[in-house]
Structure formats: C-alpha cells, structure tokens
C-alpha cells in the first residue's frame, strides 16, 4: 500500500518508476483514456508490460476481440487475463433469459483460443452454470 501511494504522494523514491507506470495506465483506463493507457503499457518492459496489459484489460471491462487482442499482449498473464475477459462476456450474454446456448458457444471458442476443446467446453459450461446458478439466488 505504501508503494501505490507513494506514487502520488511526497515520497515517489520509494515507488518503482515501472510501478508508478503501471498506476497511471489504470487511471487513464478508469478515466476511459483507452488509448493513452494502452500506449503507456508498451512502455513497459518484461513482466511490468504483461501486468500492464491485464490490469487495463480489466478495468476498462474489456470483452470480445478488443479483449483478446489486448490478453495476448499480457503474455505472462494472458490466461488470467482472458478468463476474466470470458467471465465478463458471460454476465453480458447471460443477463438475458434464453442466451445459454450463444453463450456456451461464444465461451468455448473465445476458451478454445488456448485450451484444447474439451477443456474450452468445460471452461465454457462451468461460467455458464454460474450465471445460471447466480440467478436462481
């Protein structure tokens, strides 16, 4: 905690410089600075620029190609980074009564991008039974 703040605050000698780049490419992306948050990322090097990329993929809530496209920047992290991404696209196709199938079916490819396909379709089905299982709460 004292690191982030010290970004910010009167004492940034004790915040690595990549830290304080990784901080503000989140508060570009919170503030819809996609773009500029994105650019900052490639400024990174190693596992500085992979965290980068997932921590804007996620708070800029990104889903679908944008949200491939970027989880393949964030090597070290890109399943991590695409299962959120999927997790957030099956709330989306989910939220409507009767989008199970379409939604089974746009998870176990967005899944099969990385898994081999019976992985993918249990990856797929397990989101899909959560949001279910969500609504019956």
């Given amino acids: 905690m004292i690191l982030t703040l ?4 009167s004492a940034p000698a004790l915040c690595l410089p990549e ?5 503000e490419a989140r508060e570009l992306a919170k503030a ?3 773009q500029e948050a994105k650019a900052l990322c490639g ?12 921590l804007v993929s996620d708070t800029l809530d990104l889903v679908g190609e944008e949200a491939f496209a970027t989880c393949r920047m964030a090597r070290s992290f890109e399943r991590h980074c695409l ?3 999927l997790t957030r696209q099956a709330e989306i196709l989910m939220a ?4 199970e199938a379409a ?5 176990t490819d967005g899944f099969a991008r990385h898994y081999p396909l019976p992985r993918a379709k249990a990856e797929a089905q397990h989101l899909v039974d959560a949001e279910l ?3 019956d709460d």
């Fill in 133 to 135: 299982s969500r609504r």
């Fill in 83 to 85: 299962g959120h991404a």
């Fill in 19 to 23: 830290e304080c780049v990784l901080f």
């Fill in 96 to 99: 409507e009564p009767g989008n």
């Fill in 6 to 9: 010290a970004c910010t605050t």
């Fill in 43 to 54: 400024t990174l090097e190693g596992i500085w620029e992979d965290e980068c990329w997932f």
């Fill in 103 to 107: 939604a089974l079916r746009i998870l």
């Fill in 32 to 34: 819809g600075s996609r």
